[in-house]
């Protein structure tokens, strides 16, 4: 683990001659949920991170905004000197990229969006609403609960308790103030609008069939509000199908960047 000026936590592995796919995590999570992937990956450069609030980054967010996201990925790539990336990201990661996107476009050579909210229903936006005041409540328990059951198949979990462990753990280690500062972002993502006609970058919106939180629909509309994207639904996998069915996705996004890149 490394860390930049900025305080940002990071793992970066180059392999010369390859452009780096960056990795962006999920809301209370860190860097880890990648290392299913990661095994994917080897022969390509790979950078996780720690987003603000998260993991071993200390520096909060501050504000209800996604630029200080934003702020810090591209000071992390800049201190790397990263100028070209496949940008990959998962949950509250994907809404970063969405804006990192169109701010920085010479730099995301293809953008890859996992289980990534679009366009919510109003039911949908309530249930996360919901969430939300479970966590200012401070009913740990019923969040967790509610996280493992729509993250995760009780098949995966009972056959890997290790990973329920890791990912409670992980929970219980959040900063309640700062978790629920991203949180309350990522409820109200809708409310930063992002222009997806601008994203002609080569673009894989990808989730799973059994994703309530990102469901098919979205990444279906998604693609479609983009001018170079295209959706895949990934075949029983919920929402941290990047761990449970890391091989699917990982297979997704390698056909997808063998096709983009030739």
Do not use: C
Not at 230 to 242: C, M, N, P, V, Y
């Amino acid at each position: 683990m490394s860390v930049d000026d900025r305080g940002t936590a990071f793992q970066y592995l180059e392999v010369p001659g390859t452009t780096p796919v960056v990795f962006v995590h999920g809301v209370g999570l860190d860097q880890n949920i990648w290392r299913a992937m990661l095994a994917d990956f080897s022969g390509r450069s790979t950078l996780t991170y720690d987003l603000l609030g998260h993991g071993e980054t200390s520096q909060p967010l501050g504000e209800q905004s996604f630029q200080p996201f934003v702020a810090q990925l591209r000071g992390l790539v800049q201190e790397l000197l990263i100028s070209r990336m496949v940008l990959v990201g998962f949950s509250l990661g994907g809404q970063v990229a969405n804006h990192f996107a169109p701010s920085y476009p010479e730099m995301v050579e293809a953008l890859v969006l996992i289980s990534t909210t679009y366009q919510r229903t109003s039911e949908e936006r309530e249930a996360m609403a919901f969430r939300v005041q479970q966590a200012k409540a401070g009913d740990r328990q019923g969040l967790e609960a509610s996280a493992l059951q729509r993250w995760f198949s009780p098949e995966f979990l009972k056959a890997n308790p290790g990973v329920e462990r890791e990912i409670l753990a992980r929970l219980r280690n959040n900063d309640p103030a700062e978790f629920l500062e991203s949180y309350e972002l990522l409820s109200n993502a809708e409310n930063h609008p992002v222009d997806f006609a601008s994203l002609s970058m080569p673009t894989l919106v990808l989730t799973g069939d059994g994703d309530p939180g990102s469901t098919p629909r979205m990444a279906e509309d998604m693609a479609q509000a983009m001018p170079n994207a295209r959706a895949e639904i990934i075949q029983g996998s919920k929402h941290l199908g990047i761990i449970e069915e890391h091989r699917q996705f990982s297979d997704a996004v390698m056909r997808f960047l063998a096709a983009s890149e030739s």
